[in-house]
């Protein structure tokens, strides 16, 4: 099964998507996601200029030789940019082949290790009684498992508040919009919505939290220590990662779960966190670190220490990455939780999809592939639009994580 074209599909249903369509002689074709929030042009160009030449005329059944290929073959490996093309075309491939077989994903990868995926939502407010609020609609939809964020009185756009839709989008501006950060007060707040959060909904409801890369590890070990009586599922990110040392510090004062990986791009990233039980979770994702292959590997490494998995579903990630992890999700027998930020009706027409939401679970579907396909006519009628996801300042002016 040879493959005969290949092509960059660019489309901004409300925020943009890059999609790699690989098309065979025998007529299957299979997509893979490769969006990169504010950096989606550059993967496009990766993939048009450099990746697709090279695809034209191999043979499509061989996923891992095309893999490793690309990887080892461009010389330069690793980084975003790269390993989401990879993943695009990995994803694609495990697609046809997925056809090919006349299967679900799942199926290939080994079969079922559960009957439904556990999600978890977002929910967020302007201040600590309005994220009180949402969490109680999400649970009213049906979710077990909730991710909690709230403004901070004083700190202006605090990370993970959207404007107040079920559609919240932080790449908002054709240049970064500045926020502005305070640890002290962070510190001081995020506590108390948790405690608030348990006195209303009990101590069986799943709460999570997202403390994107803001603090120190020291920092991170109190935070971590001060949450401990309400319970967290994990605490997210919530020290840079380049140092994977640093969770060192973190793990010694505490025993919230920790969850980390959604910019990791390969299991170098996470090979020291995961052999050294630093973390709980790892959230590594099909799009960003390299495909179903490169992913299976970070699983099959993480499930030798009880590292579970718990992938990043934010809605920059296409329901094309969606649609893959569920049937990845299904299969993988150290899965911990899946992400699931709503796409907006429009992306969804754009991406007609068989995965289903049911009572806090997602379902992966029953079709031959991964069960998500591209509408392209419609695809069209979004063209792409820069945007930039914002960036975070201390009050004196000095950058900070976002
Ligand atoms: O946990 C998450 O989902 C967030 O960290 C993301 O929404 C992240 O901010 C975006 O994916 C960035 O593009």
Same mark, same amino acid.
């Given at each position: 099964?040879?493959?005969?074209?290949?092509?960059?599909?660019?489309?901004?249903?409300?925020?943009?998507?890059?999609?790699?369509?690989?098309?065979?002689?025998?007529?299957?074709?299979?997509?893979?996601?490769?969006?990169?929030?504010?950096?989606?042009?550059?993967?496009?160009?990766?993939?048009?200029?450099?990746?697709?030449?090279?695809?034209?005329?191999?043979?499509?059944?061989?996923?891992?030789?095309?893999?490793?290929?690309?990887?080892?073959?461009?010389?330069?490996?690793?980084?975003?940019?790269?390993?989401?093309?990879?993943?695009?075309?990995?994803?694609?491939?495990?697609?046809?082949?997925?056809?090919?077989?006349?299967?679900?994903?799942?199926?290939?990868?080994?079969?079922?290790?559960?009957?439904?995926?556990?999600?978890?939502?977002?929910?967020?407010?302007?201040?600590?009684?309005?994220?009180?609020?949402?969490?109680?609609?999400?649970?009213?939809?049906?979710?077990?498992?909730?991710?909690?964020?709230?403004?901070?009185?004083?700190?202006?756009?605090?990370?993970?508040?959207?404007?107040?839709?079920?559609?919240?989008?932080?790449?908002?501006?054709?240049?970064?919009?500045?926020?502005?950060?305070?640890?002290?007060?962070?510190?001081?707040?995020?506590?108390?919505?948790?405690?608030?959060?348990?006195?209303?909904?009990?101590?069986?409801?799943?709460?999570?939290?997202?403390?994107?890369?803001?603090?120190?590890?020291?920092?991170?070990?109190?935070?971590?220590?001060?949450?401990?009586?309400?319970?967290?599922?994990?605490?997210?990110?919530?020290?840079?990662?380049?140092?994977?040392?640093?969770?060192?510090?973190?793990?010694?004062?505490?025993?919230?779960?920790?969850?980390?990986?959604?910019?990791?791009?390969?299991?170098?990233?996470?090979?020291?966190?995961?052999?050294?039980?630093?973390?709980?979770?790892?959230?590594?994702?099909?799009?960003?670190?390299?495909?179903?292959?490169?992913?299976?590997?970070?699983?099959?490494?993480?499930?030798?220490?009880?590292?579970?998995?718990?992938?990043?579903?934010?809605?920059?990630?296409?329901?094309?990455?969606?649609?893959?992890?569920?049937?990845?999700?299904?299969?993988?027998?150290?899965?911990?939780?899946? @992400?699931?930020?709503? $796409?907006?009706?429009?992306? *969804? #027409?754009?991406?007609?999809?068989? /995965?289903?939401? &049911?009572?806090?679970? !997602?379902?992966?579907? @029953?079709?031959?592939? $991964?069960?998500?396909?591209? *509408? #392209?006519?419609?695809?069209?009628? /979004?063209?792409? &639009?820069?945007?930039? !996801?914002?960036?975070?300042?201390?009050?004196?002016?000095?950058?900070?994580?976002?």
């Amino acid at each position: 099964m040879k493959i005969r074209d290949a092509r960059v599909i660019i489309t901004c249903p409300g925020r943009n998507f890059v999609t790699l369509k690989i098309e065979t002689d025998q007529g299957i074709y299979g997509i893979g996601d490769a969006t990169l929030n504010g950096r989606e042009l550059a993967v496009a160009s990766y993939l048009t200029d450099h990746v697709v030449p090279n695809l034209i005329g191999r043979d499509a059944q061989r996923i891992e030789d095309i893999w490793q290929f690309l990887y080892r073959g461009a010389y330069w490996r690793r980084g975003p940019v790269t390993m989401s093309a990879i993943a695009a075309v990995d994803t694609a491939l495990w697609d046809i082949k997925a056809k090919a077989a006349g299967m679900p994903l799942y199926q290939l990868l080994g079969g079922r290790s559960r009957d439904r995926v556990l999600v978890y939502g977002h929910a967020n407010g302007a201040d600590i009684e309005q994220t009180v609020d949402q969490v109680g609609a999400y649970k009213d939809m049906g979710y077990r498992a909730i991710r909690a964020q709230s403004g901070i009185p004083g700190v202006k756009g605090a990370y993970g508040v959207g404007k107040g839709d079920l559609y919240y989008e932080p790449a908002d501006g054709t240049l970064p919009t500045e926020t502005l950060w305070s640890t002290p007060a962070y510190l001081n707040h995020a506590p108390k919505l948790f405690e608030r959060l348990r006195d209303v909904y009990g101590p069986d409801i799943e709460l999570l939290h997202d403390v994107h890369h803001r603090l120190t590890p020291i920092e991170a070990g109190r935070l971590g220590k001060a949450l401990e009586p309400y319970r967290l599922f994990w605490m997210e990110d919530s020290t840079p990662a380049e140092n994977q040392e640093a969770f060192r510090l973190i793990r010694q004062h505490t025993v919230t779960p920790l969850a980390v990986g959604e910019i990791f791009n390969t299991i170098w990233d996470c090979r020291e966190l995961i052999q050294n039980q630093l973390i709980d979770y790892i959230r590594t994702t099909v799009v960003h670190a390299g495909g179903i292959t490169h992913l299976r590997r970070i699983a099959d490494l993480a499930s030798l220490y009880q590292v579970r998995t718990g992938s990043h579903g934010a809605t920059d990630l296409s329901p094309v990455c969606m649609g893959a992890a569920l049937h990845f999700d299904s299969w993988v027998p150290n899965f911990g939780i899946q @992400e699931y930020m709503r $796409h907006t009706p429009e992306t *969804d #027409e754009v991406f007609p999809h068989d /995965y289903r939401f &049911e009572d806090g679970y !997602l379902f992966a579907g @029953e079709k031959p592939g $991964h069960g998500v396909d591209l *509408d #392209e006519k419609l695809a069209a009628k /979004y063209e792409y &639009e820069p945007k930039q !996801l914002p960036i975070a300042r201390l009050a004196d002016g000095t950058l900070w994580n976002w």
